[in-house]
Structures are given as structure tokens and as C-alpha cells.
């Protein structure tokens, strides 16, 4: 079992218009998709398409709360949720012909001094069936900067192994709490480290430094269209994909975590993880819908993916 967190969850929206939008006029919605949004509950789709048994969890509140839970039952997605007086936030993804995707992301709620110490009283109950716990994100305003460091002391007494893949100084303060894994990318080593990254040698540098520095058994930085690097006491890896056609970018990242999860789950070889986790990712990317890779694509992927040991 593994559990995915998502503290800032949201109500995704998808406003698919058939015209430009013009602005200061009406405009009609030719079709709306809506679906249970955040990092962490597109990393359970993914887990969960690899044939392992997830649970979701983290703050939902309101009427959107509601109908959030209800469209994780209608994908089959396990969950328990702390619940919160707010609203869940609502995001909204404007697609048209003329300017492609425009985003109006919700900032949500505020959550109560109480409302955080309840879930984090539950949160041991909640984790208690699974070996691998995955947080993903940002979390709500009113919460503090240090909350991933205090659940990640829970997990890691617990003797789980824990994956954060997060930005800022919910990084920077998560790293002193030594999870199992971290994901950053390119841009988010930049502000961990104050710093422009102008090369891929810059790159292994700084992920060598949270590796030795932090104390954190396997750092992972996707690169994009050139798959990932992982930094681990084994060496230092590539896993570099083969050239597809790309449908959709959204996601790539939050599929490789669930694909790490599930590889720290059954106990893969780095080598191995990384494979299954490139591979996965690039299945995603030939998908309009984020989390909602085929297994076949992955299947197939896997063989071509090349891993080669830099150090």
C-alpha cells in the first residue's frame, strides 16, 4: 500500500472553447471536464495503474470537498481525507483555439492552527497500512512552512519510506527531516541553492550536494524530454527515454513519483526504479490526460529506455 498527500487538493476544471476568447464579451463553454486536482491525486492514478493498492489523503473542506471525494470513488481511488471548515479551491484551465491553455489557479483557504494539529494527530492512524507514503505540493495558507518536516518525522518513525516532491522552504525545511527520496527539478534547485543551473554537469553537481549534504539516500531531477537523473550510493544515473511524440507535459513529473513509489515498494534495484519511472513518465506524456497513462505505452517505452552510469 502506498499513500500519496495533497494538502492543497482542488477542483480541476477544463473550459474547452471552440473560438478565441475575446475578452470583456461572453463567451460560451463548448465542454467542461472537471476532475479531482493535485499533485499527489495525479500521483495515485498513476500508482494505481500500476496495478498497487494507493490511498489518498490530506485537507478537503466545503462543498467542493464533497464533490471531490466523490469523483476520486468515480476513479476508484482509495481515500481519507482530514476535513477543514474552508472551501476547497477550485482551478480553472481555459483551452482555446487562439491562446491555448490559460490557467486561473485559486490561492484556497485559510486552515485553522487546530484544523492542522487534528490532521496531524490522524495522520499515523492513515499511514499505518502502507510501506511507502509519497507528499506532493504546496500546502494551504495558514499552514506552517515546516508542516512536510513534522509529517515526514511521522512516517519515518513509523519505519516507512517517504518521497517528497515539493518547492521553496517547504523543501528546504522537508530536507532537514532526511526523506527517503526528493524530486526537484532544474528550477527548483535554483531556489534551493540561490543559483542559475547553465549545464547538465551543474545539474549532478548540486543534486550531489542535497545527496551528500542533506543526508537523502536517492535524488532524483527529471530533465524533461531527457528523462531523469538519480543520485544514490550506487553511483550516479541517467535514464534517458526514447523520442516520442509528446501530447501533453502535464503530470510527467507527478507519474515518475508514483512510478518511484511503486519501484521503492516492490523493492527495485535503482537501476531498475529508474527504468520503470522514465518510462512511465513518457507514457504520460503521450496522453491528453495527466495520470492517465496506458500501461501498454509503458510497456513498450521500457524497452528502449536507455540507463547509463555517469559516475
Known amino acids: 500500500m502506498i499513500t500519496t498527500v495533497t494538502l492543497n487538493a482542488s477542483i480541476d476544471k477544463a473550459y474547452h472553447m471552440t473560438e478565441k476568447i475575446e475578452n470583456g464579451t461572453v463567451m460560451r463553454v463548448a465542454k467542461t471536464d472537471n476532475s479531482a486536482g493535485g499533485k499527489g491525486l495525479n500521483v495515485a492514478r498513476v500508482i494505481k495503474l500500476c496495478g498497487v493498492d494507493s490511498k489518498a489523503t490530506g485537507l478537503v473542506g466545503g462543498f467542493n470537498g464533497q464533490y471531490l471525494e466523490s469523483l476520486l470513488d468515480a476513479d476508484g481511488i482509495n481515500h481519507e481525507f482530514g476535513h477543514i471548515q474552508g472551501e476547497t479551491r477550485s482551478c480553472i484551465n481555459i483551452l482555446d483555439p487562439g491562446y491555448g491553455s490559460t ?128 543520485v544514490c550510493e550506487k553511483g550516479i544515473y541517467q535514464g534517458k527515454p526514447p523520442k516520442i511524440e509528446v501530447a501533453n507535459t502535464v503530470g510527467c513529473g507527478d507519474s515518475m513519483v508514483g512510478a518511484f513509489a511503486v519501484a521503492l515498494e516492490k523493492k527495485m534495484e535503482p537501476e531498475a526504479a529508474l527504468k520503470y519511472a522514465v518510462s512511465v513518465a513518457s507514457a504520460n506524456a503521450l496522453s491528453p490526460h495527466t495520470g492517465r497513462f496506458d500501461p501498454k505505452d509503458r510497456d513498450e517505452i521500457i524497452k528502449n529506455v536507455e540507463i547509463i552510469k555517469l559516475a
Open 103 to 230: 490557467e486561473y489557479l485559486e490561492g484556497g483557504c485559510n486552515v485553522t492552527k487546530e484544523e492542522e494539529a487534528d490532521f496531524l494527530n490522524k495522520f499515523p492512524e492513515i499511514i499505518k497500512d502502507s510501506d511507502v507514503v509519497t507528499i506532493s505540493g504546496s500546502a494551504p495558507k495558514g499552514m506552517g512552512k515546516d508542516i512536510y518536516q513534522k509529517l515526514i518525522k511521522v512516517i519515518k518513525d513509523q519505519g516507512k519510506q517517504v518521497i517528497l516532491d515539493t518547492s521553496g522552504e517547504y523543501l528546504e525545511k522537508g530536507l532537514e527531516s532526511q526523506p527517503t527520496m526528493v524530486k526537484p527539478n532544474e528550477d527548483e534547485i535554483e531556489l534551493l541553492f540561490h543559483t542559475k543551473i547553465q549545464s547538465k554537469d551543474e545539474v549532478i553537481t548540486y543534486a550531489k550536494r542535497i545527496y551528500k549534504e542533506k543526508e537523502i539516500p536517492y535524488v532524483v531531477i527529471s530533465l524533461g524530454g531527457d528523462g531523469a537523473l538519480l
